[in-house]
């Protein structure tokens, strides 16, 4: 999901996310470097608080809020994700499960493997965004290669995760405007693209484009399969709606 900045990709991730939750009933690892912008729309305007709006009651288990503040940690936690799954019932109930428990250093015991019993594994999985941090790290480097290549690793892994766990991915990326001549004579047009868009591309199932529209507080959201193929859907979304159900938010 990629626009321009305040286009409002960060509410439509939150709002994907607490549909997943309250709709759903599942989980949502929520991995930002701005988790101050994602905690100003989960809050109710005029709440007590002094100078600044305080989350109305309690964060629940169900949404997890997890803060990168740079580029190579965001690859870390990325790549401990797989980590957030704890053994299926039918993994902890194996002998050689309860085994692998009694044989650790602190000799667990059943009652620590029965634990895991309660243990909600997440359901969806977001990134927002994933290209800034990247951009900031590349775009004074002669040589972009190795940020090339560690955010390719980050999409591995989050696709690996999506394929091999069955949950869902959202990511948002950052845009950059290219010039791209038309016709003969030569006129330039500029576009908005994607950061990284090539690498993008290899990953992403559908790709979702936030625009401005005319009409204030309105969002046209463009939906194709990545690389622009497939047939193209059109969304118009209330964005002060969506404001005023992330006010309610994930918070109880």
């Known amino acids: 999901m990629w626009g321009k900045s305040g286009a409002g990709k960060t509410s439509l991730a939150l709002g994907i996310a ?4 309250r709709d759903s009933g ?13 905690a100003a729309l989960l809050t109710v305007p005029g709440t007590p608080g002094g100078a600044k709006d305080e989350p109305c009651g309690r964060e629940t288990d169900d949404f997890c809020l997890v803060r990168c503040p740079t580029f190579r940690s965001l690859g870390e936690v990325v790549r401990r994700i797989p980590f957030a799954f704890a053994p ?22 059943g009652d620590v493997v029965g634990s895991f019993k309660h243990y909600k594994p997440p359901t969806m999985v977001v990134v927002d965004e994933i290209t800034r941090l990247y951009k900031r790290l590349a775009i004074g ?14 999409l591995g892994f989050l696709r690996s995760v999506a394929t091999e766990r069955g949950i869902k991915v959202v990511v948002t990326s950052a845009t950059r405007t290219i ?6 004579n030569g006129e330039t047009r500029f576009l908005d693209v994607p ?5 993008l591309d290899r990953y ?3 790709d979702a484009q936030v625009q401005w529209t005319p009409r204030a507080g309105e969002r046209r959201v463009v939906v194709t399969g990545p690389n622009g193929k497939g047939k193209q859907l059109q969304h118009v979304v209330d964005i002060d709606a969506l404001h005023e159900r992330l006010a309610g938010g ?3």
Do not use: H
Not at 88 to 109: H, V
Not at 179 to 184: T, V, Y
């Open 204 to 206: 992403a199932d559908i």
């Open 26 to 38: 599942g989980k949502v690892l929520y991995i930002t470097d701005d988790p101050a912008s994602v």
């Open 18 to 21: 607490i549909a997943e939750i």
């Open 250 to 252: 994930i918070f109880l």
């Open 88 to 109: 299926d019932e039918e993994t902890r109930g194996s002998e050689e499960f309860k085994a692998f428990a009694r044989a650790r250093e602190n000799d667990l015991n």
């Open 179 to 184: 010039a791209q001549a038309i016709g003969g």
């Open 195 to 199: 950061v990284a868009n090539d690498l």
């Open 141 to 154: 480097m002669a040589d972009p290669g190795p940020p090339n290549l560690q955010l390719l690793a980050q």
